[in-house]
Nanobody, 120 residues
């Protein structure tokens, strides 16, 4: 079974940085596209990134220039480096196998998520 496990969240100050990790099992990232999305209470799910097996990457406008998605195929692990964090970045962050469907990115096999809280 495909399983993705997120980690690395926590409490950070405005302007701080955090790196999230996503360890994959049951799949190889050599043949999968993987990305990140977030969900805050009272707000819609927001797709953040999707990186293909050939390492081309899409970013949402809200995080472009601040967040960097990457993948270590040897470790079968994806990362999200988050810089210049803002209070509005506070959410539960999930990784998932991503795909483009009807103009929107969808995410499959997401895990429990990791909480990111940014103080103002």
């Amino acid at each position: 079974q495909v399983q993705l496990v997120e980690s690395g969240g926590g409490l950070v100050q405005f302007g701080g940085s955090l790196r999230l990790s996503c360890v994959a099992s049951g799949i190889t990232l050599d043949y999968s596209a993987i990305g990140w999305f977030r969900h805050a209470p009272g707000k819609l799910r927001e797709g953040l990134s999707c990186i293909s097996s050939s390492d081309t990457t899409w970013y949402a406008d809200s995080v472009k220039g601040r967040f960097i998605a990457s993948r270590d195929k040897a470790k079968n692990t994806a990362y999200l480096q988050m810089n210049n964090l803002k209070p509005e970045d506070t959410a539960v962050y999930y990784c998932g196998i991503c795909r483009l469907d009807w103009g929107e990115y969808e995410y499959d096999h997401w895990g429990q998520g990791t909480q990111v809280t940014v103080s103002s």
